[in-house]
């Protein structure tokens, strides 16, 4: 790898059972710097047969020193890796920015809350409790929270590192032995953090990282009979094979299948403080957040002037190299370069561009750059304002009153997030609850929000949640003891 950083492990293997080897046939991938386009390194590409071997190690995991593990000393090696990430976060963050191509100072945040959510889940691990429940006489009920067992982890490419840290988080407090396949266009991330979990103390076979093509170490994962529960971010597509896949074992899962999320911006909202966050919480990794607030519903008595001022810091983005201080860096992927830049050229023809950024002059042709584009006036109902687009392209639609607004909010197939501007009182909080959509922000805008607040969505945008305590819930199951003592 041409990198002038050491590294403590090889992109190339996997991690099977505390060993890293490499793939089953010896298959690799090459890994792809978006910003020059250049491949910088290979990783392993898993097959089948790595997924078996990878269930086995987390099975004898569960029946070895993982499962003997109390919940204090679960959470005191999340804690201890906690502080590894930390220690390495500059490291991580370069690796992250290299590999996504995302702006290295979005890449230090990530690294920030990996660590945060090991943190979190570290300190939550032994506070997780049961319930006394009041039943017959002479009988004592309780209820226990137990580990699902082994569970898959099927991350995307987006935001590797947070993804990671709120799924295996989770998981590994509440006891579970996991699986994780990272996403093929960015792994590195992943492999480092695995490889810091033997130095926190983590048991082999707690934490196995397959790497490899989603239709097959991913297909493999989420159809495997002895996995207990699959956890999914990424497409709706990809979402609904693998929970067909998990329903054939009738297993649960666990789906964030992004969104079309609306900031709405009312005529007495206080607009500077608005501004800056209407455009960030969607140029922000390039566009390509679930959450990213793609939708910008402004009431029609300020929408004039909410364009021009948008407009106007459009014409003032630059996308260029990850490394370079930019706005935005380089979409993920050629693949994904491609899928926008075909809704940017829809938009051309059929809408009006009331802003557009550009691209640095120093951005290597080959690196997978799009310029930011605010499309203005937009139909509710059309294209760019019902599809996910994953892209630095923002759509204003125009309304007159609340109950347009909740109508245009609510009226797409999506339901992550929610971005409320106003300084009504009563107003935000009969939006809060007619919003349909798992977060809600009044005046600010989280973009997910942070490590404690739960998150997912309602209709395609997924189900279950995961951050905050509630994930703990999800990534366990419940059992009721009833115990007749007279
Ligand atoms: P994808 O959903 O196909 O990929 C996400 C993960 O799923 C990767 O790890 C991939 O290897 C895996 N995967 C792919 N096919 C699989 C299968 N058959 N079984 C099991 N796992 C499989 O998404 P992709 O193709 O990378 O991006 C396409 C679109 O998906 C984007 O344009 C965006 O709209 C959406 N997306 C949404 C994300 C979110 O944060 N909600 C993240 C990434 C993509
Ligand atoms: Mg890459």
């Known amino acids: 790898m041409e990198m002038n950083t050491k590294l403590w492990f090889d992109p190339a293997k996997l991690?099977?059972?505390?060993?890293?080897?490499e793939a089953e046939g010896g298959?690799?991938?090459?890994?792809e710097n978006p910003s020059t386009g250049e491949t910088i390194a290979s990783i392993a590409a898993g097959t089948a047969g790595d997924v078996e071997a990878a269930v086995s190690a987390a099975e004898a995991a569960l029946d070895g020193e993982w499962g003997a593990m109390t919940a204090t000393e679960r959470g005191r090696v999340l804690l201890r890796w906690a502080r590894l990430v930390e220690e390495r976060a500059e490291t991580l963050a370069f690796l992250e920015s290299t590999d996504v191509g995302k702006p290295i100072a979005q890449a230090r945040n990530d690294a920030t809350a990996l660590?945060?959510?090991?943190?979190?889940?570290?300190?939550?691990?032994?506070?997780?409790?049961?319930?006394t429940i009041p039943y017959q006489a002479g009988t004592t009920v309780l209820t226990l929270r137990e580990p699902h067992g082994v569970t898959a982890h099927i991350i995307p490419w987006n935001y590797p590192m947070q993804i990671l840290g709120r799924s295996i988080g989770a998981a590994l407090a509440m006891g579970n032995a996991c699986v994780l396949k990272p996403a093929e266009d960015a792994s590195l991330s992943a492999l480092a953090v695995a490889a810091l979990a033997e130095e926190a103390g983590l048991p082999a076979g707690a934490l196995n990282v397959v790497t490899g093509y989603g239709h097959e170490v991913g297909a493999a994962l989420s159809a495997h009979p002895r996995v207990h529960h699959v956890s999914f971010t990424g497409s709706v597509g990809t979402g609904r094979r693998i929970q067909s896949a998990a329903a054939e074992n009738v297993v649960p899962v666990t789906?964030?299948?992004?969104?079309?999320?609306?900031?709405?911006?009312f005529d007495d909202c206080h607009l500077e403080a608005a501004l800056p966050t209407l455009v960030g919480a969607c140029i922000q990794a390039a566009g390509q957040t679930c959450s990213a607030a793609s939708r910008v519903l402004v009431q029609r008595g300020i929408y004039e002037e909410v364009k021009a001022k948008m407009a106007a810091v459009y014409n003032g983005l630059?996308?260029?190299p990850a490394s370079g201080g930019f706005d935005l860096g380089p979409l993920v992927s050629g693949k994904q370069k491609a899928i926008v830049t075909r809704y940017i050229a829809k938009g051309r023809d059929e809408l009006t561009i009331a802003g557009e950024g550009r691209i640095d002059d120093s951005a290597p042709a080959k690196g997978h750059y799009v310029a930011p584009v605010l499309f203005a006036d937009v139909p509710a109902d059309h294209a760019l304002a019902q599809e996910e687009i994953f892209g630095p392209v923002q759509v204003m639609i125009p309304f007159e009153d609340e109950a347009d607004a909740i109508r245009i909010a609510n009226g797409t197939d999506y339901g992550l997030v929610a971005g409320?501007?106003?300084?009504n009182g009563a107003r935000q909080m009969r939006l809060a609850r007619r919003l349909h959509c798992g977060q809600v922000f009044i005046n600010n805008y989280g973009a997910g929000g942070g490590v404690e607040l739960p998150f997912g969505g309602t209709g395609k945008s997924g189900h279950g949640r995961e951050k905050g305590f509630e994930a703990l819930y999800g990534f366990s199951r419940l059992k009721t003891v009833s115990i007749k003592h007279g």
């Open 420 to 423: 409320v501007w106003t300084e």
């Open 115 to 131: 660590s945060r959510y090991f943190e979190f889940y570290g300190g939550a691990a032994d506070k997780v409790m049961g319930e």
């Open 318 to 320: 630059v996308a260029g």
């Open 27 to 31: 298959g690799a991938i090459p890994v």
């Open 15 to 21: 991690l099977v059972g505390g060993a890293w080897r």
């Open 255 to 265: 789906l964030e299948l992004g969104g079309k999320s609306p900031h709405i911006v």
